[in-house]
C-alpha cells in the first residue's frame, strides 16, 4: 500500500513548532519566577520552580540541538 509522503517544509513545522512552544514556556516560567521572586521565597515554593527550570532549560536546549544537527545533516 502506498503511504501519502507529508510535503517536508510541512514536517519541518511539526517538529519545530512545538519547539518553538516550549521556548515560549521556558521563557514564561523564567519571567514568572524572575518577577515573584519574593513571594516564591516567602513561601517556600521555589525550590520547586528552580528545579522545574534546571530540568526544563537542558531537556529544551538538547531538543533544539537535535534539530539543528538533523536539519544540517539533510534527513529533516
Do not use: D, H
Not at 27 to 44: C, P, Q, R, S, W
Request: charged residues 15%.
Amino acid at each position: 500500500m502506498n503511504q501519502p509522503k507529508i510535503n517536508p517544509r510541512l514536517l519541518r513545522l511539526f517538529i519545530i513548532f512545538p519547539n518553538i512552544l516550549a521556548y515560549c514556556l521556558m521563557f514564561g516560567i523564567v519571567f514568572f519566577v524572575v518577577t515573584n521572586y519574593e513571594e516564591l521565597k516567602a513561601a517556600e515554593a521555589l525550590n520547586f520552580w528552580l528545579i522545574l527550570l534546571a530540568v526544563f532549560i537542558p531537556i529544551t536546549l538538547l531538543t533544539t540541538y537535535s534539530i539543528i544537527k538533523r536539519i544540517r545533516a539533510g534527513a529533516l
